[in-house]
């Protein structure tokens, strides 16, 4: 059964970059799966990051396509999200998940990135 | 870009009681590329169906999907205490490829 993990920074400053790596593990990262991105400010709702295949293609969403790039490690079984120029409004849990059918079927547990001076 | 509006925004129910969640597209769903996922305060969302009425593996037959086109509903047919929680639905968009996120409806305790 896949399992996922994110990790990384939990505190950056304004204008930094954030870096998380998702960690997968019982199953390859090589399958025909699509692997996403999400987020969650504090007490609001759930926004899609972006997806990434095994070959390194990738999918995101506009509102956020000009800071994001996200990658895949086949040799660690992960794949990572560097986001750049960061703001508070920046600050929330970040998931990583498996896509499944048209939907996001396995979610990690979410790791907090706050972002303050 | 699709917009999705979750209705009510806040559910009052007893156990064992049934509740109704809607879930509105403001285009067509791409072929019926609609997901509903419970939230728990402090946990990952989980999948509960996917394409408009599927179950996910493992989630109990009193969650139950259906709609098509713009108009989508989420019916628990016997609360359980364990169901109060968030309800988000999601669609998939194909061009470009986009998951969108309702807003939430909250199902609380009466």
């Known amino acids: 059964q896949v399992q996922l993990q994110e990790s990384g920074p939990g505190l950056l400053k304004p204008s930094g970059t954030l870096s998380l790596t998702c960690a997968v593990s019982?199953?390859?990262?090589?399958?025909?799966?699509?692997w996403s991105w999400v987020r969650q400010p504090p007490g609001m709702g759930l926004e899609w990051i972006g997806e990434i295949f095994h070959s390194g293609s990738t999918n995101y969403n506009p509102s956020l396509k000009s800071r994001v790039t996200l990658s895949v490690d086949k040799s660690k079984n992960q794949f990572s999200l560097n986001l750049t120029s960061v703001t508070a409004a920046d600050t929330a849990v970040y998931y990583c998940?498996?896509?499944?059918?048209?939907?996001?079927?396995?979610w990690g547990k979410g790791t907090t990135v706050t972002v303050s001076s | 870009e699709i917009v999705l509006t979750q209705s009510p925004g806040t559910l009052s129910l007893s156990p064992g009681e049934r509740a109704t969640l809607s879930c509105r597209a403001s285009?067509?769903?791409?072929?019926?590329?609609l997901a509903w996922y419970q939230q728990k305060p402090g946990q990952a969302p989980r999948l509960l169906i996917y394409?408009?009425?599927r179950r996910a593996t493992g989630i109990p037959d009193r969650f139950s999907g259906s709609g098509s086109g713009t108009d989508f509903t989420l019916i628990i047919s016997r609360l359980e205490p364990e169901d109060f929680a968030l309800y988000y639905c999601q669609q998939y968009g194909s061009s470009p490829p986009l998951l969108i996120f309702g807003p939430g409806t909250k199902v609380d305790i009466k």
């Open positions: 998940a498996r896509s499944g059918y048209y939907c996001l079927e396995v």
């Open positions: 394409g408009a009425s």
């Open positions: 285009q067509t769903v791409y072929n019926n590329y």
């Open positions: 019982g199953g390859s990262i090589s399958t025909d799966n699509w």
